[in-house]
């Protein structure tokens, strides 16, 4: 397997810049992510790395290769698109099997192939089934398999949950994962969603305007964004973003009526605009705290692993705050809020993260 490695990578439609600028490495054997926004370049950059689009400046390699201007069929790829490529009126094991012929694979290899795979994406039931027969959710597999079974070196996928009814997309990201975990293939996946994003990527790369903004793994890009694009992008809620008339800044020394402590941020304290805290993050009290800040609830709902989701209004400021089931339950209308210095991420007035 290779990795890829993008080079200045620019793309101009007419006057407009889709893809600005981007060096990037996608390491071998691995799953990374583009995700961002609808418009912000993820489908233009994974196209030209498929040669289905030419960069109209900078290089991309495969490993040591470049590959610029080779064409998407000597680049030995797999692709699975929105909508299930795959033939009609036949069965799933000829859907799987058709395109392998052209190898010459014994008979036993053949069938091998076609039921590894089947066993992994959970179609061994089906093989006999005609696609006519089967959910959309289940035909996106057979799509899924018929490009993994001719075991190319790099998968692309773009959005392959996006259009599946809801009741199969579960199925169909379980078993992208349980995928992704035994395959040997550089994988390249995007998406908008960030749950899926989270739940798939062994790298996430955030896209904004044609940039990639930021890259790191979801843990690491969650707990530490690198601008409040970020740190509103991921996560379900994102990030709660304070003003600036909740600190104080002294010299190197950060204070608010929410710290549990004074914080000190040395030379960059000054450049602090405002700053951010994942929902997690906020300690809530139902009993007044010494230095808390006092908050109105105006709603909570139970969500996953039986935490409570809080809906606080600081004045007129709303914030999120995700506390345990024994707080939650036992909530009054108004709480007292603080916050950990460890939980905190200050941002200047540009938006970016003061590290
Ligand atoms: P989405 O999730 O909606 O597909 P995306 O992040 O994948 O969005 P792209 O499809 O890469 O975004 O498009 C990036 C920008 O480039 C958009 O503003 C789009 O309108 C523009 N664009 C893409 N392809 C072309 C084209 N062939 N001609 C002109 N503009 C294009």
Redesign the pocket.
Known sequence: MYDIRLENVTKK?GD?T?VKNVNFTIPKSSVTVLL?P???????LMRMISGLESPTEGKIFFGDHEVTNVPTRRRNIGMVFQYPVIYRNTSVRKNLELPLLSEKLSKAELDKRVEEVAEILGLTDVLKKFVEELDNGTRQKIAVGREVARQPRIILFDEPITNIDLTSKLELKRSLKELFGRLQQTIIY?T?DQTEAMTLADQIALMQDGEITQSDSPKEIYENPNSQFAGWFLGNPGMNFLPPNFIKISGSKITSPMFSQTIDLGAKASSADTFGVRAEGINVSNSEIKGGVKARVTRKSIGAGGQYLLDLALDNLLIKARVSHSIGRAVSDSVWTTIESENITFFDKSGKAIN
Do not use: L
């Open positions: 439609f407009f889709a961002g609808s418009g912000c370049g993820k489908t233009t995007v908008h």
